[in-house]
């Protein structure tokens, strides 16, 4: 069946470092693939997400590019801020269904 | 995009009591969902309820434990019965609606925190 394996956390990181979370999936035919946030204390929130190979989601300077070779969706930002701390999900959609299946959550802290 | 509210935001329980969880949406939406999200796990989905229909259950979960109600196109309501400890999550109401991306793109309400004692 489909599934979503991402990066095992926490992940602490100093202000301003360069962020990698890794995703990959297992689905048949061709899924979306998703990014959430989940902010302490928030709600779930979609990031970004994309639909199709080779294409970029991007948010709030967040990018993931969706690779069919590798069945990766890994989740890169350039500079992070302590804003950023929060848990986040790789997910996936089969084209066939609604339902979305969620990996485990990454934890991530920033410290000042 | 739809705005999703539930009740109770939290709530602290007996084991062998029930507690049914409200959510309201913002608009009419055709597909609904509720999702278990226990202590430091992810997210599961615990089935999906269509307005005029049954709710469609996913492994492991059954009706008799998590009856689903959804009598409009805004609202529905997830009853957890007969708690037990195993039970204390975060339950989160979910809809499909059309984005500011321009498809339809799931939004999740904020959750109702559940303690079972």
């Known amino acids: 069946g489909n599934s979503v394996t991402q990066m095992e ?6 202000e301003e470092a360069f962020l990698t979370i890794n995703c990959t999936y297992t689905a048949t035919g061709y899924p979306s693939l998703f990014w959430y946030v989940q902010y302490p204390g928030e709600g779930l929130q979609l990031l970004l997400k994309a639909t199709k190979a080779d294409d970029k989601g991007s948010n709030k300077g967040f990018e993931a590019t969706y690779r069919k070779e590798t069945t990766s969706f890994h989740l890169e930002k350039g500079s992070v801020q302590v804003s950023d701390s929060a848990v986040y999900f790789c997910a996936l959609k089969d084209s066939s269904a609604s339902k979305i299946i969620f990996g485990s959550g990454t934890r991530l ?3 000042p | 995009s739809a705005v999703i509210s539930q009740k109770p935001s939290r709530d602290i329980c007996q084991r062998g009591t029930s507690l049914t969880i409200q959510c309201q949406v ?5 597909m609904m969902f509720w999702y278990r999200q226990q202590p430091g796990q992810s997210l599961t989905l ?3 309820a269509n307005q005029g229909s049954e709710a469609t259950y996913e492994s492991g979960f059954v009706i008799d434990k998590f ?7 805004t609202f529905s309501t997830l009853t957890v019965s007969n708690m037990s400890p195993e039970d204390s999550s975060i339950y989160l109401c979910s809809v499909e609606d059309w984005g500011l991306r321009g498809t339809y793109e799931q939004y999740f309400g904020p959750g109702t925190r559940l303690t079972v004692t």
């Not at chain 1, 956390?9 to 100093?14: A, E, I, K, R, Y």
């Open chain 1, 9 to 14: 956390g926490p992940v602490t990181l100093s």
């Open chain 1, 109 to 111: 802290s920033i410290r």
């Open chain 2, 26 to 30: 913002d608009s009419q939406v055709t």
């Open chain 2, 46 to 48: 615990i089935a999906t």
């Open chain 2, 67 to 73: 009856p689903i109600s959804r009598p409009n196109l």
